[in-house]
């Protein structure tokens, strides 16, 4: 009964590194997102899959990339990390019924750029 | 486009009394409006939703269209119920979630 579950839980990393946010759920949602939580800001919707085969940009894209490799799986990559991208990082998903169930949440990751 | 404001970031109340968090949201369309809930070192979770209408963990929430707010109320709050408190809007394509930014609730003995 595992749910959402992302990796790392922790991981800090020099500017300019890349590195790859990991996230399955065993659900069978069709739909994935991966958001950023920031103080006083809440989460922002960085990209999101609605369904296997398709992702799209969300409000703050920049600066990362996704792949939804399967229905199972969604990946978050930063391709050159910067401070500004230091912030707890959730993957979500949901059935096509968001509005009746509601959208089940990993434990995050959180990041930290220096 | 669609926003949600949730105007305090913190609340503090002794245990018993009531709690009132405040959301309004801005969205053209019909809106669906939802309540998430943090607690400490836990993921966060789905605490009630409008379209059901319901009362969990004591907590309450009604829609006012005209108003454009979702405050979330309980009448005598727990020291359980100190968490993070999110209000979220749904309204686009791709079951979306819009986000507040937050407000966190301490309950005191």
């Known amino acids: 009964n595992a749910g959402v579950t992302q990796t790392p839980k922790f991981q800090v990393l020099k500017t300019g590194q890349s590195m790859t946010l990991q996230c399955a759920q065993d659900?069978?949602?069709?739909?994935m997102y991966w958001y950023r939580q920031d103080p006083g800001m809440g989460l922002r919707l960085i990209y999101y899959?609605?369904?296997?085969?398709?992702?799209d940009k969300g409000e703050v894209p920049n600066g990362y990339n996704v792949s939804r490799l399967n229905k199972r799986e969604f990946s978050l990559r930063l391709e050159s990390a910067a401070p500004s991208q230091t912030s707890v990082y959730f993957c979500?998903?949901?059935?096509?019924?968001?509005?009746?169930?509601?959208?089940?949440f990993g434990s995050g990751t959180r990041l930290t750029v220096v | 486009a669609q926003r949600v404001t949730q105007p305090e970031k913190l609340l503090s109340v002794f245990k018993g009394a009531p709690v009132e968090l405040k959301c309004n949201y801005s969205y053209s369309g019909s809106p669906e409006l939802f309540w998430y809930v943090q607690y400490s070192r836990q993921r966060l979770q789905l605490l009630l939703r409008h379209i059901s209408r319901e009362s969990i963990k004591g907590f309450t929430a009604d829609l006012n269209k005209g108003e454009t707010s979702f405050h979330l109320k309980k009448p005598f709050a727990q020291e359980e119920d100190s968490a993070m408190y999110y209000c979220a809007l749904s309204g686009t394509a791709g079951n979306k979630l819009t986000f507040g930014g937050g407000t966190r609730v301490l309950v005191k003995p």
């Open positions: 899959s609605a369904s296997e085969g398709t992702t």
């Open positions: 659900m069978n949602h069709n739909s």
């Open positions: 979500a998903s949901t059935t096509g019924q968001a509005v009746v169930y509601g959208y089940t």
